[in-house]
Nanobody, 124 residues
Framework: QVQLVESGGGLVQAGGSLRLSCRAS????????MGWFRQAPGKEREFVAA????????YYTNSVKGRFTISRDNAKNTGSLQMNSLKAEDTAVYYC?????????????????WGQGTQVTVSS
């Protein structure tokens, strides 16, 4: 199983930007889709974005389309989530995850490895 470590979270004002990174070890990411999920206090974990194994296909939840960009570097075994025009409602713990499939998916149960999460707080 792969070990995932997120970084890059923090406190930012509304309208600002953050870039989250996800570093993997223990297994190459090359063959698996990657995703980002988030969980706000008192809410269920929700899908944010996903990227196919090759990086050629991406998928976003509607609320972040046009503001967030998911990417990956298979050579470095890393993934990233660039978040622009942040809103207070983006405040959550963000998790990266790897899927059991190579193709992009938003289905929670299709992800089998998770990082510990990184806190993103957007002040209004």
């Amino acid at each position: 199983q792969v070990q995932l470590v997120e970084s890059g979270g923090g406190l930012v004002q509304a309208g600002g930007s953050l870039r989250l990174s996800c570093r993997a070890s223990g297994r190459t990411l090359r063959s698996y889709a990657m995703g980002w999920f988030r969980q706000a206090p008192g809410k269920e974990r929700e899908f944010v974005a996903a990227i196919s194994w090759s990086g050629g296909i991406t998928y976003y939840t509607n609320s972040v389309k046009g503001r967030f960009t998911i990417s990956r570097d298979n050579a470095k075994n890393t993934g990233s989530l660039q978040m622009n025009s942040l809103k207070a409602e983006d405040t959550a713990v963000y998790y990266c995850a790897t899927a059991v499939t190579a193709e992009v998916t938003r289905v929670y149960r299709e992800y089998d490895s998770w990082g510990q999460g990184t806190q993103v707080t957007v002040s209004s």
